[in-house]
């Protein structure tokens, strides 16, 4: 018995791995699915639907680029602070005061490409038809993954704290003002109210919620930056997941059924 | 009911019904609080309301001294023919917010304007709105005599020109 047997023989690598070599189509389809990570992909892929010219991959960049933010940005997280006191003088350290310096730049030009190959994925989905049924779920997973992306970029641009995000996010968020019923500039505003006292104020709308204060200051700096590290990349993970297993599920990359 | 029979069909059901409602009335309760949650009872921000002196420290124009502090320009003017106080000398609070998407304009003195450096609106020293994308002019703030005679001004209460609010008793005050 060689020494590739006697490994693969030991209790350890077969309570990890519960098949044998995958040289046989059934080893190769357990390899997959025995696996919690590869079982969200097919066990077979179509010739077509590994071609470059009809995917441009762009879903797959789109996630590779979610691997780098989600890597440089906890590089990040261990230097920044998310206070106004030190949240732009960090940024500025990062760059001069930290060996690899790019780390920030890299950050920062991934969610540029991420957003761009976010939207070029839904264009590609939507020229080969891929939204149609048996895919229309996983179209709709993919529209609120295309608006997590959306709002990660929109939450990280507050983080340097420098004039342009200071007043990129006011401009932002002053959308939320007119928001119906929940927003204070909004059509319906003045319908919840009890007596004389109107519930939705400058201090109570969905705006204040978001910024925690009645300008963008401390309270949204600290609110942005927990759901940009914490809230957001939590959901999209979890949509993730549901988004590529259905992929398998709904008959593979693209392609027709 | 007899023990030994255990559960009825229409008593576990009703046990059913029971445990749901108290676990969906947890669950929404739980929610609630978690929305409530969100919004803080003390806000750390300069209060809406505040004295800024006695009008004779004023000169004639635009002061900001409480830009910074309040986002309010006080003006003294010698005549606000927009608020119908034409030849009325008094003292006006603008909102230092620019009505097209809410940065904060400069006061250029050499112009005689304000000037949104985000999109470039441009507004007259009444507030009024006369070049760039600001959909309607500065709005204006209540301004009142206190007891003790310093000037109060009151962001709770605001006179939008397009409303023809400006002509209000307290949008404006005579000295």
Known sequence: ?257 | MNPEEGPTRRGFFGNLFVAWAIFLAGVHFAGAGAVRFLFPNVLFEPPLSFKAGVPSAYAEGVDESFKSSHAVWLVRTLSDPLSDRTGIEGMYALSTTCTHLGCIPNWQSADVKFKCPCHGSGFRMSGMNFEGPAPRPLERFRIVRADDGQILVDKNQKYQWEKNQWTSAEAYLPV
């Open chain 1, 1 to 257: 018995m060689g020494l590739k047997e006697k490994i693969a023989d030991t209790q350890i690598w077969r309570s990890i791995f519960r098949h044998g070599y995958p040289s046989t189509p059934r080893n190769r389809a357990l390899a997959a699915l025995s696996n919690v990570f590869l079982h969200l992909h097919p066990v077979k892929a179509r010739k077509s639907g590994i071609k470059l010219s009809f995917t441009w991959c762009m879903g797959g960049i789109t996630f590779f680029l979610f691997l780098l933010e989600t890597i440089t940005g906890v590089l990040l997280m261990f230097y920044y602070r998310p206070t106004i006191e030190y949240a732009y003088n960090d940024v500025i350290a990062m760059r001069e005061h930290v060996p690899f310096g790019i780390m920030r730049e890299l950050h920062r030009w991934g969610a540029h490409m991420m957003v761009l190959a976010v939207w070029l994925h839904m264009l590609r989905v939507f020229l080969t038809g891929s939204y149609k049924p048996p895919r229309e779920f996983n179209w709709n997973v993919g529209v609120i993954l295309l608006l997590l992306t959306l709002l990660l970029s929109f939450t990280g641009y507050l983080l340097p704290w420098d004039q342009l995000a200071i007043w990129a996010i006011t401009v932002g968020s002053n959308m939320a003002r007119a928001h119906p019923l929940i927003g204070h500039e909004g059509p319906g505003a003045s319908l919840l109210a009890v007596g004389d006292v109107n519930l939705v104020t400058p201090a109570s709308d969905i705006r204040f919620g978001l910024l925690a204060g009645r300008f963008v200051g401390a309270g949204a700096l600290l609110r942005f930056y927990v759901l940009h590290c914490v809230a957001f990349p939590l959901v999209a993970s979890l949509l993730m997941a549901v988004h590529f297993w259905r992929v398998r599920k709904d008959g593979g990359i693209s392609g027709p059924m």
